[in-house]
């Protein structure tokens, strides 16, 4: 069992969730949609740089299930990578949360106050419907995953922009996306946050339904893509 790999998994994604939902509790009104957007985008970029030659920096179920469905991952490391992203993200919110307890008089922004969601959880925001916020992770996973499997090709990839191209697609979905559910396109992200946010769950199901549609999707078309081109 490569270790390494899984740890950095866990460590990658425990971050994300830190960091990237932290910026949306702590400095919400202050940086607005666009503003939480690119936190997403610029972590995942400084992650990828740093774990992406250890375990290719997925810290997304999603991504890996994409990967493992184009061929570039067995299914052992699909599990396990899994398995240590959901950890990671549990640990992330569990630090956030303990830093927002620390001081809870301290002005927050992203509450959303009437879902119960304390930590940028992925609940529905006003007048989004569930047929709304699924086609929207569905979409948005779908460009996600697409982007990452093209950007990091050993063939047609980006090389050492991989990472740019990736982190600036996770900015851009999350613009998107916040407005509708806070933008999931990761269910361990989604996971994190709603074991804090007693009113999350009922959303729950789309952050993971959704990005795993999609991934699909995006690893069926990058298929057809490639089969083409080789051609």
Known sequence: MDFKKYLAECFGTMFLVLLACGSAVLAGPSISVLGIGICFGLVLICLCYCLGNISGCHVNPAVSLGVFLSGRMNAKDFCFYVIFQLIGAAVGAGLLFWL???????????????????????????????????????????????????????????????????????GLVNIVGIPVDNCSVNPARSFGPALFSCNAWGDFWIMVVGPLVGAVIAALCWKAVTSITNK
């Not at 992203?110 to 959880?121: D, H, K, M, P």
């Not at 995953?145 to 093209?150: E, H």
């Open 100 to 170: 927002v307890n620390s001081a809870p008089g301290f002005n927050f922004g992203g509450i959303t106050e009437a879902s119960g969601n304390f930590l940028a959880a992925n609940v529905l925001q006003p007048g989004a419907t569930p047929t709304m916020a699924l086609l929207t992770e569905m979409l948005l996973t779908f460009f996600f995953v697409f982007v990452i499997l093209g950007a990091t090709d050993a063939k047609k990839g980006c090389g050492n922009f991989a990472g740019l191209a990736i982190g600036i697609a996770l």
